[in-house]
């Protein structure tokens, strides 16, 4: 994604000064990032900086996906009348869970949110 991008112009390598001893905990010596103009660190799939620039670009409208569903060119398929099926979700619960927008807790095998 990043090459197509770059070699339409939508994006550009954003140079970073890099990191001295000692190191945070997520930074990898064998790893680089394009978008930061080769540094190393980490690399472009966990790269927050382009995550958001591409982010930024599809909102924007610059950046399309070809394929991607359409609920009205393509709804769900209508189900059978008088099915009895149910769709759900089950979930274990391991404490308490943190969802970006909304506070949530865990309780007995079910999530509740706090708004």
């Known amino acids: 994604m990043y090459q197509k991008l770059l070699s339409i112009g ?3 390598p954003e140079p970073l000064i890099p990191l001295q001893p000692p190191y ?14 080769g540094v190393v660190g980490h690399n472009i799939h ?33 189900h059978a ?3 009895a099926s149910v769709n759900a979700l089950e979930a274990e619960c ?10 949530a807790r865990c309780e007995e095998g ?3 949110s706090r708004g």
């Open 46 to 78: 966990s790269c927050s900086a382009f995550k958001k620039r591409l982010m930024h670009l599809i909102k924007a409208g610059w950046i399309t996906f070809e394929g991607t569903p359409n609920v009205s060119s393509n709804p769900l398929p209508d």
């Open 10 to 12: 939508h994006i550009a």
């Open 24 to 37: 945070p905990n997520w930074y990898k010596l064998d790893l680089t990032c394009e978008y930061h103009a």
């Open 81 to 83: 009348s008088g099915s």
């Open 110 to 112: 079910s999530v509740h």
């Open 94 to 103: 391991f404490g308490n869970l943190k969802a970006p927008m909304a506070r």
